[in-house]
């Protein structure tokens, strides 16, 4: 059972605002919410002939909710399709079919790759601007300090927390890795401590197994890092140091390249730190 998606938070704003709304608004709104499976797959002119609206009133509701523009509302209709499609080889096909609005998409495997890397590169660039000097100190002191690190991923996120429990069991600390083998989550994590910390990864759409077993954390008064997408996940509530990470997208495929350098930027902090400890001892 997964959290609501972000599809899921804006339909239910859509609602709940739908009364405040002008009658052409009000016009786009029953269009969107009667018809979100079909949405990926139309253009922005043949949503506004439906919807009996001009193409103008279309920006004008994306932005009432916080958009730049509709395709970048579409987007959040054309990632839950995506992320609803398990199989790779469908995705892409998908891809494809809702990419009405983008006539130049990669095909080839060079234009694929140079896609991949001008769009992380990117993300790289504004990694360092999103991601708070503070945030960072604060959490490696929380490393730096624990007993115990238990490391929560599940899904694409599995490989960010496999590499930080390989990377701090090279530093010499106590870390496992919350893998659910043989369904026992909450076994795994059922002798955390105050003394310890949580480190979850998780993004939309998130597990329910990874807020409960955050939740579970939380109430046993550990220490929690959350690597995140959003503001309003729900793995917030529960951290005291959460990095919100905008990963690079392609296709409905999303990277993995920005927090796994905010991984091994965590990694090398606390080496440095407990090189700076060991130099201070053998003076």
């Known amino acids: 059972m997964a959290t609501p998606s972000q599809l899921a938070q804006l339909q239910e704003q859509i609602r709940t605002s739908y009364d405040s709304l002008s009658k052409r ?4 709104a ?19 002939d439906k919807a009996d609206v001009p193409p103008s009133t279309l920006i004008r509701f994306a932005n009432n909710y916080g958009f730049d523009g509709f395709n970048e509302m579409k987007q959040v209709f054309r990632q839950h399709l995506m992320e609803g499609t398990v ?3 469908e995705r892409a096909s998908l891809s494809r079919q809702t990419a009405s609005d983008d006539p130049g998409a990669p095909e080839t ?3 694929i790759l140079k896609v ?3 769009v992380n590169e990117q993300a790289l660039q504004q990694l360092s601007g999103q991601i708070k000097a503070d945030d960072l100190e604060r959490a490696v002191k929380l490393l730096d300090e624990a007993e115990n690190i238990y490391v929560i991923g599940f899904r694409r996120s599995f490989s960010i927390a496999a590499y930080l429990t390989y990377a701090f069991r090279h530093l010499e600390r106590r870390t496992f890795l919350i893998d659910g083998l043989g369904g026992m989550f909450t076994e795994q ?4 401590r105050p003394t310890d910390v949580v480190i979850s990864i998780s993004n939309s759409p998130y597990a329910q197994e990874v807020v409960d077993l955050v939740s579970m954390g939380a109430a046993q008064g550990a ?3 959350a690597i995140t997408d959003s503001l309003v996940s729900p793995l917030t509530a529960f951290s005291e140091v959460c990095f919100i990470v905008r990963e690079a997208q392609v296709d409905g495929f999303r990277s ?9 930027t965590l990694m090398m902090s606390l080496a440095l730190k407990n090189a700076h400890k060991i130099t201070t001892l053998t003076k």
Do not use: H, W
């Open 116 to 118: 991949f890397s001008m």
């Open 256 to 264: 993995q390249i920005a927090s796994m350098c905010l991984a091994q």
């Open 25 to 28: 608004l009000k016009q786009v």
């Open 30 to 48: 029953r269009y969107i919410l009667d018809n979100g499976n079909t949405i990926p797959f139309e253009t922005i002119a043949s949503i506004a």
């Open 87 to 89: 199989n790779y080889a």
């Open 223 to 225: 220490k929690q890092i």
């Open 109 to 111: 495997p060079a234009e």
């Open 189 to 192: 994590l059922n002798m955390v």
